[in-house]
Structures are given as C-alpha cells and as structure tokens.
C-alpha cells in the first residue's frame, strides 16, 4: 500500500523567499506530524495534528513557521522569508495508534 | 519531561557477529519505546517498540529489544549482524496518555563489516 510521500524531494532557494513542502500521510492516518532534521541529529519536533486541527505546535522555532492541514490529510509547512539556518531535512510522519511511518523527506536548502 | 540518551555515536561489528546499539530514557511512569531505521537518503523506518507486557520485544528483520525498567534502558539486539543492517538507527521514547509527541535520539551509525 501507499507509503507517507513528501514533494519536493529537494528544494533549492534563496535566504528570504518563501517555501512549501507539502505531505500526504497514509489513508486514514488521523495524527500527522512534522520533523526537522539537521545532519547527524535525530528528528527535531515541530508540530503534531490531530485531525485538521494543530494539536501541538510547541516545536515551530519561531513565527515564520506555519502548517495546515485544512481537510485532515494532506498537510503543507510553510516557511517565510527563509534564512540560511533553516536548511536541514523536512521530515512528515503520520500514525494511526503508537508507531509513526515517515516519508522520505524533503532536503531544503537555503542558499 | 521525556528524554532518551544514545550514547554512542557509531558501533562498529563485523558481519556475523551480534550486535548492541544501546538507549537509555528518562520518563515520568511507563515509556512507550520505539526504535526507528534510516537508511542514507529515506525517511525513518519502525523497526519495533514496547508498550507493555513481554521484556523482550521482537521486531522486523531479527532484531530485538529488551526492556529494562530497573536500569531505564531498551538496548536493540540482533545475534547475528548482516552487511545490509549498516545504517542509522533512533530510539524514541513517549509518556503514555500525555502529549502523542514522542523525543527521538541523536542516533547510532551501526557499520557492519564484511
């Protein structure tokens, strides 16, 4: 079956431009969350939906950083006026009951 | 609030041989304990977890896991290591009925050598 998938796999752009990565979670998956990771690092928490709605978003470094998930699947991160700092890999999981299933990621690099 | 410590870098094994990549976690009450596998370029793959019951969980490819709650450690184990098991590996830790948030580690570069 259908695995989490993530686009872009890789984006290139420069400091202060605005960027979106997108996830579709597995079907069904009512819990979604957004990680970030940055070379030889674990998954860094950003945000976590239950539903269509932000259950947690303790983890958003500041307020550049934005998700939606408007009709409880898909789910888009935006990042504004983007800084150099922000590159690292963008990774979405979704869960069903205890385990999460992550997609592949998407490599942001900010140049 | 929840941790989980890894605290080696790389483990080095040669093929055949067992091999141990060890976690230890800090948490209010009973952890819920995951283990993750990232091959170079892929999102994180489950591998298994432990919720409750059996100390000794067994998960996908041979490996396997023992709770230890006296010594709040979940080493992963597998007895005979495999070339194609060289890879990163994460151990996640989550408090039960709290925030669904589980805190992952820094990671494990497992080399298995030929």
């Known amino acids: 079956g259908a695995g989490v998938s993530q686009t872009p796999s890789n984006k290139v752009t420069e400091k202060g431009k605005y960027v979106e990565l997108r996830c579709d979670p597995i079907?069904?998956?009512?819990?979604l969350y957004w990680y970030r990771q940055s070379l030889g690092q674990g998954p860094e928490f950003l945000i976590y939906f239950q539903g269509t709605g932000a259950a947690d978003d303790s983890g958003l470094p500041n307020d550049r950083f934005f998700a939606v998930r408007p009709e409880g699947s898909v789910s888009t991160l935006k990042i504004q006026r983007t800084e150099r700092g922000d590159s690292a890999v963008y990774l979405c999981?979704?869960?069903?009951?205890?385990?999460?299933?992550f997609g592949p990621g998407t490599r942001l690099t900010v140049l | 609030a929840q941790s989980v410590a890894q605290p080696e870098d790389q483990v080095n094994v040669a093929e055949g041989n067992p091999l141990t990549v060890k976690c230890t976690y800090s948490v209010s009450g009973n952890p819920y304990l995951f283990w993750y596998v990232q091959y170079p370029n892929r999102g994180l793959q489950f591998l298994l977890k432990y919720i409750t019951g059996d100390n000794l969980v067994k998960g996908s490819y041979g490996f396997e896991a023992e709770f230890n709650k006296s010594q709040t450690s979940f080493h992963l184990k597998k007895p005979s290591a495999l070339v194609s098991d060289s890879a990163l590996y994460f151990c996640a830790v989550r408090e039960p009925g709290g925030s669904y948030i589980p805190t992952f580690g820094r990671g494990t570069s497992l080399i298995v050598h030929p």
């Open positions: 079907s069904g998956h009512t819990a």
């Open positions: 999981a979704s869960s069903f009951e205890t385990e999460q299933f």
